[in-house]
């Protein structure tokens, strides 16, 4: 397989290029392939492509997870996209890392959080990978930031917060809830006399992720997310996609409509793109530049009554358990 010829790349599809993948997995010099996939500039733009591409296939995963891939090329494929992505005006920077977040396992976030400087001068990205980790991680992680700190103590690791404005550690914090129980621990054990403010701030947002956690699962309980994802639109469940536009609209601000989306799509619950940006459209939070072609509403979504389901009786009509609940 030519996977070192740039002519390979440029001609490959999706489905050519996960078999590369795959090719990589099995090569007994994968570091040397990755070195030169990395560094030659008329490989890395289709490679990195790829790997937001195949974002949801496990090749993917098992690639970027593989004890011969550099946490820093790691770094390069994350970074190479970043700029990429991010100027289409589709994604947030937050939503773009807690993609990637999700597909680092704990163990190469842990190495990426102790030894690479990228990571440490992101705090977006830095507080998402913190949510991958398990306990022992955790303390891990923790007793390294200490024993590098003048101060040694939690207030110092705290200190990362008073750099990323309110609504930003919302949504971060919405997107990693292990996160926030370990800020809660750390400044419990440490017993400090007060408890930073926007802790406080963030205990009622921490609910309504709880009651989104048990919206998602409800919903996970009565569909696999690779089995929709790989049905035409006009074949998968409608009942599913109703629900998730019905109770968003139910979401009166804007901004807490989009977490709620948002965490679905991290969820699976929304499998993919295509429904992203069609739930986006009908709850009203849509770039009104987007090129989303509105022909999809009537293949995906032929039993709602787009022209009744935005007014009053929309409302009055639809008799759901979790319409007060959602925030």
């Not at 090719?23 to 030169?36: G, Q, S, T």
């Not at 098992?62 to 004890?67: G, K």
């Amino acid at each position: 397989m030519q996977i070192l010829v740039y002519e390979f790349w440029k001609k490959s599809s999706p489905g050519q290029a996960k078999e590369s993948f795959q090719f990589l997995l099995n090569a007994p010099n994968l570091h040397d392939y990755l070195e030169i996939l990395f560094e030659v500039d008329e490989l890395v733009e289709y490679f990195c492509s790829y790997c937001w591409i195949l974002r949801e296939e496990d090749v993917l995963k098992d690639l970027i997870n593989h004890h011969s891939m550099p946490v820093n090329l790691i770094c390069k494929a994350v970074y190479y996209g970043f700029g990429k992505y991010i100027k289409t005006g589709n994604i947030t920077p937050d939503y773009y890392f807690s993609i990637w977040a999700k597909i680092i396992n704990s163990e190469k976030s842990l190495e990426l959080l102790l030894r690479e400087p990228l990571v440490e001068k992101d705090v977006t990205f830095q507080l998402n990978l913190l949510g991958n980790l398990n306990a022992k991680q955790w303390e891990e992680y923790f007793e390294s930031t200490m024993s590098n700190s003048e101060d040694g103590n939690t207030e110092s690791f705290l200190r990362i917060f008073e750099k990323i404005d309110p609504i930003h550690c919302k949504r971060l914090l919405y997107r990693n809830p292990n996160l926030y129980q370990y800020l809660r621990m750390l400044v419990v054990f440490d017993k400090q006399d007060s408890v930073p403010v926007f802790l406080f701030q963030l205990e009622n947002n921490l609910k309504t992720i709880h009651r989104w956690e048990a919206y998602a699962n409800a919903k996970l309980k009565e569909f696999s997310p690779k089995d929709e994802r790989v049905k035409s639109p006009s074949r998968r469940n409608v009942n599913r996609l109703t629900d998730i536009l019905k109770d968003g609209l139910y979401i009166a601000d804007a901004s807490d409509r989009l977490d709620f989306i948002e965490y679905l799509m991290i969820r699976e619950v929304i499998v993919d793109e295509q429904e992203m940006e069609i739930v986006r459209q009908y709850v009203g939070l849509s770039d009104s530049s987007s090129n989303f072609d509105t022909k999809n509403f009537s293949i995906l979504f032929s039993a709602v009554d787009l022209t009744k389901s935005k007014n009053e009786e929309f409302y009055l009509d639809y008799n759901s358990n979790v319409k007060p609940t959602l925030i």
